[in-house]
């Protein structure tokens, strides 16, 4: 075959980039920059592994996009959306009707759910999920004959989505300039991040402290006017922020002597991330609402929903009236099925509790990461980490610029030395699947290593780092 005719292979890379770039504008992306980089093509993947059109195998250290918990490619899921596209493929979930699919699934995450959660209203996403939520919390109290109670409370830096009302809960000042956001009836208090925000206090006397400055917005505010707090158990997108001990018990205190909705946004913590069912059973917190996405079905097909109490639906339900919300795929049968097959394979494999046997040796090779020069701090819960690259540790005060670009730097070598780990400003994230192995373990952590002396090699050459 001559070169000319292997060029104008569609499927060649280069060809797939070109007609990408032609065609496809990407999400959080500069797509400009990316069209003239050419995006990595992703062909296959299967376990904890990716494998891209130019035969690089990548260990997948970020589960997709924190989504993938039973590894890539497992064939039964496949087997299963295909018996269910083979008989039902689509039918809604509206007018008085319903199918097989939507009902187990429910009833399977009313079992596996904390405590009270027994409903779940179907969405496509974790945005749609998180819209749903503003949306539900404020037609609550006007059903309850509390219509001022419309304040929703969230933190800075959260993530909640990227649909208008979801990225107007979330706390991203980069998000919120684009397009006119937040929304009115959104208040953001600090968010539990002490490595970067906790000053000189002790993380016990900063948790206490961000803890309390959620009392302080309902006093503000007004304790009448506030429907909910919404929050991630552990900030995922915002940077792995795992809060202080002392911040959840606290936030419970002040949930406990007001009478608002406590919405526990479990789409990354959700399905065994933590090592427990959900982040909510990891921290005893007792949510009135549970948003949920990704792992309900490893990401191989899109579903989420929103998981309610008891005392949510019994208001929506007996006080009557048409909840005027819905998206064509709630409930989709085959995404159900992808979900339910999701779920057995969790259950039958008894992968949250490998998780939680797992963890200790992910954790014990992570933060060993905590003594190279260029980390600031290592932290890790579950299955679930950050590393904070700083110029000169432990200095917590002195970081590189806000630019983000060592971390950018830091990724682009972690590629290229097979392991996929996330870069939030200058931190370092991984959040592999839960079937990940010791070995593949003992291999993420020297190459994370390996990483980050790339890194710093780079940053001596050029003096943002000191020799
Ligand atoms: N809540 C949380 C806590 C999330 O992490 C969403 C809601 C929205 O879910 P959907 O399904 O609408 O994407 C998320 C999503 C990243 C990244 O770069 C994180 C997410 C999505 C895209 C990128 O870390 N989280």
Not at 125 to 144: A, C
Not at 333 to 361: D, F, K, M, S, T
């Amino acid at each position: 075959m001559s070169d000319a005719s292997l060029s104008n292979d569609p499927h060649s890379t280069p060809e797939l980039r070109r007609r990408d770039a032609t065609h496809h504008i990407h999400p959080f992306s500069d797509t400009g920059a990316l069209n003239k980089e050419g995006s990595r093509v992703i062909v296959q993947g299967e376990g904890c592994w990716i494998t891209d059109s130019e035969g690089n195998r990548l260990l997948d250290g970020m589960s997709g996009l924190w989504c993938v918990q039973i590894g890539h490619g497992r064939p039964e899921i496949a087997d299963a959306v295909h018996r269910q596209m083979s008989k039902l493929s689509y039918y809604n979930t509206f007018f008085k009707t319903t199918h097989e699919p939507a009902i187990e699934l429910a009833e399977r995450l009313a079992r596996l759910a904390p405590a009270g959660l027994n409903h779940i209203f179907f969405t496509g996403s974790g945005s749609e999920s998180n819209d749903t939520v503003i949306r539900m919390v404020r037609t609550y109290w006007d059903l309850m004959g509390k219509p001022e109670k419309k304040t929703i409370i969230a933190r800075q830096n959260a993530y909640h989505g990227s649909t208008v009302g979801s990225a107007s809960l979330g706390g991203m000042s980069g998000m919120h300039a684009q397009g006119g956001m937040p929304i009115p009836g959104i208040v953001h208090i600090p968010q539990p991040y002490w490595f970067g925000e906790g000053g000189d206090q002790d993380p016990d006397a900063f948790g206490r402290w961000a803890a309390q400055e959620l009392a302080r917005a309902i006093e503000e505010q007004g304790p009448e006017t506030i429907a909910a707090f919404i929050a991630e158990p552990i900030q995922g997108a915002g940077g792995v922020i795992i809060p202080p001990d002392s911040y959840w018990p606290e936030i419970k205190k002040v949930l406990a002597a007001h009478d608002i909705l406590f919405v526990a946004d479990e789409v990354i913590t959700g399905f065994g991330r933590l090592g427990t069912w959900f982040g909510s059973d990891y921290f005893g917190l007792e949510p009135d609402l549970m948003s949920i996405a990704k792992g309900l079905s490893s990401g191989y097909l899109p579903i989420g929903g929103v998981m309610v109490s008891d005392r949510i639906a019994d208001a929506f339900i007996e006080k009557g009236g048409e909840f005027t919300h819905g998206f064509t795929y709630s409930g989709h049968p085959a995404c159900c099925a992808a979900a339910l097959e999701n779920l057995r394979i969790i259950e039958e494999e008894g992968i949250v509790e490998r998780a939680a046997e797992i963890a200790p040796y992910l954790q014990e090779g992570w933060l060993s990461l905590g003594d190279h020069p260029l980390v600031g701090e290592a932290r890790m819960v579950g299955l679930v980490g950050a590393l904070e690259l700083v110029p000169a540790k432990p200095d917590r005060s002195i970081r590189f610029d806000n630019t983000g670009a060592v971390g950018t730097l830091c990724r682009d070598h972690s590629l290229k030395n097979g392991l996929i780990m996330r870069a939030t400003r200058d931190s370092m994230i991984i959040a592999p699947p839960l079937v990940i192995s010791r070995g593949e373990i003992d291999m993420l952590v020297e190459r994370a290593r390996k990483t980050l002396d790339d890194t710093a090699e780079d940053l001596r050459r050029d003096g943002r780092l000191k020799p």
